[in-house]
């Protein structure tokens, strides 16, 4: 019989979590969370999110109610991750535009404005969950939304202080115009869902571009 000293030495094994078809448990997990989101991303962006519920996230991604709660408290946490997902996409692209020294400063903020709307546009339901499915939903949803909105009205904010320091404009806070410019931003896409603008992005940019000159020059003159 072995003494309680040496029994008290032995380390116990570590146990390891079993997988599935040469997978581990891990890698199954990240399976069915990309599975969640791109349902969440296809029915949110369709049906729309009331409908969705969590059992028919489920049954589209071909996963059980328990792994849903695994990964997500409720069905607005989901939302909420698919929602800052594309923005944070988006985010991206926009300030790739907006960095790139290959094109002229007073450029840069409409690249800025085609990348966003290349990175929705192009994905009708991601126009939907960003401005009809997000709405409304929560405070806690509201919260998110408003700190993307803040988030790309800083973007903005940034850029002219940059026109400003080269004095190409005077120097004013311009917080105003940036949440001005996302807003209008916001409701071009929904105009577009409604057909009440040009559909093709060229057209839209071009638009925008004149608005922009006018903007600009107004600015320069004030």
Avoid at 169 to 189: D, K, S, T, W
Wanted: include cysteine; proline fraction near 2%; charge should be neutral.
């Amino acid at each position: 019989m072995q003494d309680s000293d040496e029994m008290s030495t032995k380390v116990p094994k570590k146990s390891t979590k079993r997988g599935y078809g040469g997978r581990s448990a891990e890698q199954l997990a990240e399976e069915r969370y990309q599975r969640l989101m791109a349902s969440a991303l296809e029915l949110f962006g369709t049906v729309g999110y009331l409908p969705t519920t969590v059992e028919k996230l489920c049954a589209h991604a071909k996963v059980t109610p328990r792994h849903f709660y695994e990964h997500f408290a409720d069905r607005e946490a989901i939302l909420i991750a698919v929602f800052k997902l594309i923005l944070q996409e988006t985010r991206m692209a926009v300030l790739h535009a907006m960095l790139d020294e290959k094109i002229a400063l007073e450029q840069r903020l409409l690249a800025g404005m085609n990348a966003f709307l290349q990175a929705h546009l192009d994905d009708i339901r991601r126009v939907r969950i960003t401005t009809q499915e997000i709405l409304g939903v929560s405070q806690r949803v509201e919260a998110v939304r408003n700190e993307a909105i803040t988030e790309f009205a800083v973007l903005i904010e940034n850029y002219l202080a940059i026109w400003v320091a080269q004095q190409k404009i005077p120097a004013r806070n311009y917080r105003v115009l940036a949440f001005g410019l996302v807003g209008a931003m916001h409701e071009l896409q929904i105009a577009w869902l409604n057909q009440q603008v040009p559909q093709e992005r060229g057209l839209l940019l071009a638009e925008m571009a004149f608005i922009l000159q006018a903007m600009m020059r107004g600015v320069q003159f004030s």
